[in-house]
């Protein structure tokens, strides 16, 4: 009787003990993420798709979003680094374009004031225009821009973003002085959609997946993207293929609060990570043609640091900087 009391008492605690393992365990409660750029933006359309990966994957109960666009994702930035100060469920979407903004601006908060958890993946910048526009191809729109460069109204992120730098250095290699383009730059994608779908911008540049549902529609037709060689999923010559040994491309990734313990970094990192490998950020990869290209913690902050030289030569570079 007593033997099998024991063995049920056994029985039960491993199934106590496998029911607790198959069970979601929550890293996380709510997490909160800064997306400092406008609504449908590159770093609000990340950290919504993250952020519903998170759930899926129950490493987050909720999550809640907040946006902050203005001067390249730096005022976003400074709310986040001044509001979230050892919050263990606060997560800021980041990417070369903010690099590149607080090289030109030089603002009292930087990327060294909160803590990186993880790089996510990486896009390359198409060039495209409205379905109607005149120009059917690239080597239509260059021999426009090569005529009378100031004719065509460029439009894309904030000024030295990795869109504005990215047109630069195309027309640099067009023997175009960069103080002839003319490029218009918005606070996030939203907004520089809205401009070209209304006639105010010519040729709008920016990420795939903040333009692919506009393209589909027909709305847009891309003429380039500035990826090394073509990407799965994109119908666009490279700008190699036209002659331009031009690569425009943006990394994005998240950074945690600043004060975080190892153990908090630690966890929210696996939470991240974990999340990246659920159905719906595999599918998000996928429809939005990113380029996986997880790097974590240390090596992330490493990576970062050598971004801001790289950057800031290309900055000078085009004379923007």
Same mark, same amino acid.
């Not at 469920?89 to 030089?106: F, H, R």
């Not at 966890?267 to 043609?289: F, G, I, M, P, Y």
């Given at each position: ?23 979601? #365990?929550?890293?996380? +409660? ?108 690239? +080597?239509?729109?260059?021999? +426009? ?35 002839? #383009? ?116 240390? +090596? ?22």
């Amino acid at each position: 009787m007593f033997a099998l009391a024991r063995r049920f008492s056994s029985n039960l605690a491993v199934l106590v003990t496998a029911a607790a393992l198959a069970s979601p #365990v929550f890293a996380l +409660d709510t997490v909160k993420f800064m997306a400092p750029g406008s609504v449908g933006g590159g770093y609000d359309q990340t950290a919504r798709v993250l952020g519903k990966a998170m759930v899926e994957a129950k490493t987050a109960k909720s999550v809640t979003f907040e946006n902050k666009g203005g001067a390249g994702g730096t005022l976003g930035l400074a709310q986040f680094a001044n509001g979230t100060k050892g919050d263990p469920n606060a997560l800021i979407v980041v990417g070369a374009i903010m690099v590149a903004a607080i090289e030109q601006n030089k603002p009292q908060i930087t990327l060294k004031d909160v803590t990186p958890i993880a790089r996510l993946f990486t896009e390359y910048n198409v060039i495209a225009v409205r379905d109607d526009s005149p120009y059917k191809t690239l +080597d239509d729109l260059i021999k +426009d821009f090569k005529a009378n460069p100031s004719s065509i109204k460029f439009g894309g992120g904030s000024k030295g973003s990795i869109d504005h730098i990215g047109i630069a250095e195309l027309a640099s290699k067009m023997d175009v002085p960069v103080n002839k #383009v003319n490029y218009v730059a918005f606070a996030g994608g939203g907004e520089v959609v809205a401009a070209t779908l209304g006639g105010h911008i010519t040729v709008i540049t920016g990420g795939y997946a903040e333009l692919a549902k506009y393209v589909q529609s027909k709305q847009f037709r891309l003429l380039a993207i500035g990826a090394p060689s073509r990407v799965e999923g994109i119908d666009a010559p490279t700008l190699k293929e036209s002659g331009y040994d031009v690569t425009i491309g943006n990394w994005r990734g998240v950074y945690g609060a600043a004060g975080l313990t190892p153990e908090q970094r630690k966890e929210l990192t696996e939470a991240v990570l974990t999340a990246t490998k659920s159905t719906v950020w595999q599918e998000n990869v996928k429809t939005n043609a990113w380029s996986p290209s997880i790097l974590t913690g240390d +090596d992330f902050g490493k990576f970062v640091e050598e971004e801001h030289g790289r950057l800031r030569a290309m900055l000078v570079k085009v004379g923007l900087l």
